[in-house]
């Protein structure tokens, strides 16, 4: 077993390093491709046609402009390999202090959304298949079909409206309160501020987890072993308790892993909406702003963080089946 789960985690993380360089050239690629120019972006034209040539030289070393993307991209890759990610251009800070800031606030709310959408939709899932062709039925299927096909934006636009202008119960941005000290902020006030962000990620990450975990409670409900099960008088919570729970858990589980990609691309529409300061307004202002060592750092961190969840979905796989614990032996 463990020699087995050992060789699929060495697998794993082969695969992981290839798509991290792999993200980092697409990337690169993408950033040189742009069609915006760095000091036009950050700068002005106005500034611009008041400097002089020395100045504008300067300025054109400073973003990298005219310098050979080959030599660009191999000297960030070296520096970045040995622990230096850079300097971010725009904020005039090493990256791996900005990394730091926006993605402890990007993790405090995707990780909040992340778990409500995993146990609200496995809960409805649930719900839906084990009473299907029932009211209750219908209306799940219906909330979630009508919830995959809304955009985020336009859901995040909808509540901000709806909670933070009419009613006035909520903030209509940002993770902290406005004029209050770092020093003086509460977990209350960064959770007051996150509730509709990660109300909207939990909200749309909700319809897949719920409908795939539907199908694999009607297949629950129609196999032999539950039939048998009901012929002995089980029904409801204990029936679902001894022979659905397990059965249903394992595709849900993974499935619910394999949605961190969703939620966290999900995130930065959302934070641009409620001008929530973490890693996806920084990565749109990095890529708006041709910060080329903000914006390499932000895609190599997002690669991994979407990568690790799928591994250890696959390692949760491994461990709840034991058909892939024993290595498929049959």
Known sequence: MNQHLGKRIGNKMIRMILLVIASSI??????????????????????????SQEQIEKLNEYWGVGTSPVKQYLNWAFD????????SLL????????IAVKLMNSLFLMVIAWGLSGVLGFFLGVLSGMNRGRWIDRLVKGYCLLIS????FWLALLLLMIFGVWLKVL??????????????VTLQDRLYHAVLPALTLSITGVSNIALHTREKMIGIMDSDFVLFAKARGEKGWILFRNHGFRNALLPALTLHFAAISEIFGGSILVEQVFSYPGLGQAAVSAGLGSDMPLLMAIAILSALIVFGGNM???ILYGIVDPRIRKGGAG
Not at 91 to 98: A, G, T
Not at 174 to 184: F, H, K, M, N, R
Request: proline share 10%; charged share 15%.
């Open 26 to 51: 697409l990337t690169f690629m993408l950033m040189k491709a742009s069609p915006i120019d760095p000091l036009q972006a950050n700068v002005g034209q106005a500034a611009l046609g008041s400097m």
């Open 149 to 152: 096909s809304t955009p985020a």
């Open 312 to 314: 250890i979905a696959d």
């Open 91 to 98: 904020y005039r800070q090493p990256v791996s202090e900005v």
């Open 80 to 87: 970045f390999v040995r622990g230096d990610m850079g300097t």
């Open 171 to 184: 903030p209509i941005g940002l993770s902290v309160p406005i004029g209050v000290e770092t020093a003086g």
